[in-house]
């Protein structure tokens, strides 16, 4: 008997499934199944009761042993599936909605549990990116993908991501994000509602092109390091791979603009806290990429939660210590009545973006020790990575194309003149309007954020689709700037597109995003934008770009930054002019 109702549970609960074309989205299904197995718990609680009786001791013992092993298996048996019943109601409660709507968006067909991580499964970060383009391909620009129990709606439709961007509604940021907030916290770029509204309105001031124009001494002085080091290479002539060393001159410049400290990462770059940098950036990458380790829970028990609990001792710890020691600065001073911008003789002292939120308030309150490390550390992830993936793809691009070389070091020329230690202002930067367009059309190819997502947190309909509560929305600028209908001839690197007299009015502004649009657009762009004109005007300045010796396969690994997978080979030559 028991046998019996035990293969109709197998029969029952694999039934539903198998009849359903569309088993994920197939929310009747999950309900049918549900009331088979509540069905067959019935028919199991009934037969408890069946026994026979017989006159022989022996005999009865025996059955008496049977009758109990049976009643124990069945309770068992109604136990599980008891569990199971409770654990599909709780999946349709949860997923009740995704599960429908889901199955509305095209995507490729997704099992229980697993959704579409089998087609995920062995693949390289690399391959991964590239099978993300072969589905927009195939289900058109938006489509829906599950990653185990996790729905993401991938959007490549311009008309979609303008409504996306331009609404104050969609401000909450998808799930990635949760990897990089034990080192950023609640800082601008994971914030969401009242907090993200009040830090963002003091922040924006910060970067002011008044208060930029302090940093561009920086961005020279670093450039100036990046050069020398650079002179090696020049002289061997060797291909090399210029992203690691980028980064660390983008680490630089970042952790002076932000906390007015050198940690020179360039002439040092096995301090613990560049070190520390390079882990956390390191872990972030594995648990995007990581099916287990993607959930809290399962992280929580990993090695990696140590080497990262390790890394954000060293730097919560740095920033903290800076943060006390300029709030003291800052509070001797005003005892004192000196303004604590004021070097001893008297002269104006450059403000780290740090000083700023020291004398920021919200509400008529001073923020705390812990907003303002929240705030820097965002600084120091925003603004070291993107840069570095920005820079190092522009030479690359110079590199690959020397008649664009040639015209922006013709325009920087003109700009600056031939004395190569004359260092550039913030008016020169203003005035290389070539390149801008070569800036441009490098974030076009190589967006350093390829991707970015929003969490919606109700139903949405945009554009006749429903986004369902709970997903993940995510828009690629990546896969925006390589599509043909949007840019003709898109693999030809060719800064004039965006020049205006062909650019202008004629293409959606949605369509290229690479600093987002809208309330939650990048802050630091022109922060950004003058850092990337500072450095490789520096570099063009002094030297030759060249494409590597061996020609090499651009693949890309897509994580909160675009990287090279590997590397960004060049070659420089001293320039002679
Ligand atoms: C080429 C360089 C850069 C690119 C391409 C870039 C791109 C972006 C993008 C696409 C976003 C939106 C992300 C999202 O919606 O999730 C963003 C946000 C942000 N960026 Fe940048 N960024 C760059 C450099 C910088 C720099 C240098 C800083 C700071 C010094 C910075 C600070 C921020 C901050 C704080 C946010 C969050 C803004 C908010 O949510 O209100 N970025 N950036």
Same mark, same amino acid.
């Given at each position: ?11 029952? $609960? ?109 693949? $390289? ?87 930029? !124009? ?5 961005? &020279? ?57 390079? !882990? ?137 003149? &031939? ?76 800064? !004039? ?56 396969? !651009? ?23």
């Amino acid at each position: 008997m028991f046998q019996f109702a035990a293969r109709k549970h197998v029969l029952w $609960t694999v039934a539903p499934f198998g009849s359903s074309p569309y088993v994920w989205d197939a929310f009747d299904c999950v309900r049918r199944w549900a009331n088979w197995i509540l069905f067959g718990l019935i028919i199991d609680i009934q037969c408890v009761g069946v026994h026979r009786q017989s006159d022989d001791n022996a005999q009865q013992q025996q059955q008496k042993q049977q009758q109990q092993a049976t009643m124990l298996t069945m309770i068992v048996a109604s136990v599980l599936a008891l569990l199971l019943s409770i654990a599909i109601w709780w999946t349709v409660a949860n997923f009740g909605s995704a599960l429908r709507y889901a199955g509305k968006l095209g995507g490729p067909r997704a099992y229980p549990l697993v959704g579409n991580g089998l087609l995920f499964i062995n693949k $390289t970060p690399a391959e991964f990116l590239q099978l993300l383009g072969r589905l927009i391909v195939q289900y058109g620009k938006c489509l829906r993908v599950w990653l185990g129990t996790q729905l993401i709606v991938l959007v490549t439709d311009p008309k979609d991501i303008e409504v996306l961007l331009s609404s104050p509604k969609y401000i909450d940021k998808s799930s990635e994000y949760d990897f990089i907030r034990p080192w950023l916290g609640e800082g601008l770029l994971i914030s969401s509602g009242r907090k993200w509204q009040t830090h963002r309105k003091i922040i924006t001031p910060t970067f002011h092109f008044k208060i930029l !124009e302090q940093f561009v001494e920086i961005f &020279d002085q670093q450039g100036h390091t990046f050069v020398d080091i650079l002179r090696l290479f020049a002289k061997s002539g060797e291909t090399f791979d210029v992203f690691p060393l980028v980064t660390l001159c983008a680490l630089d410049v970042i952790c002076e603009s932000a906390m007015g400290t050198k940690v020179n990462a360039q002439m040092n770059s096995e301090s613990d806290y560049v070190k520390a940098v390079k !882990e956390i950036t390191n872990l972030i990458q594995l648990r995007i990429y990581d099916f287990v380790i993607r959930y809290e829970f399962f992280f929580r028990f990993s090695a990696n939660r140590r080497r990262q609990r390790k890394a954000l001792a060293i730097l919560h710890g740095y920033t903290d210590s800076v943060i006390r020691a300029r709030r003291q600065e800052l509070n001797e001073g005003l005892a004192k009545g000196k303004d604590d911008h004021e070097d001893s003789v008297g002269m104006k002292k450059r403000m780290a973006f740090l000083d700023m939120l020291l004398q920021a308030t919200v509400d008529g309150r001073p923020l705390t020790d812990r907003e303002i490390r929240e705030e820097v550390d965002t600084f120091m992830f925003e603004g070291h990575d993107t840069t570095t993936s920005a820079i190092s793809f522009m030479l690359l691009s110079l590199a690959k194309n020397p008649e664009v070389q040639q015209r922006a070091f013709n325009e920087v020329r003109n700009i600056v003149g &031939d004395d190569r230690k004359q260092p550039v202002t913030m008016t020169m930067l203003n005035d290389m309007h070539y390149m801008d367009l070569v800036i441009k059309e490098t974030l076009r190819l190589y967006p350093s954020v390829p991707l970015f997502g929003r969490k919606m947190l109700q139903n949405t309909e945009i554009n006749g689709k429903i986004f369902p509560a709970g997903s993940n929305v995510v828009m690629l600028p990546f896969f925006l700037g390589r599509d043909a209908d949007l840019f003709p001839n898109p693999e030809k690197f060719d800064p !004039e597109r965006f020049s205006v007299e062909t650019s202008a009015e004629k293409t959606n502004p949605y369509q290229y995003v690479p600093f987002s649009a809208g309330p939650r657009n990048c802050i630091g762009q022109k922060f950004a934008v003058a850092e990337l004109k500072s450095l490789v005007s520096k570099v063009l300045r002094n030297y030759e770009l060249l494409p590597p010796e061996e020609p090499h396969e !651009e693949t890309f690994i897509a994580e909160l930054i675009l990287r090279p997978e590997h590397g960004v080979p060049i070659r420089v030559k001293p320039r002679v002019y």
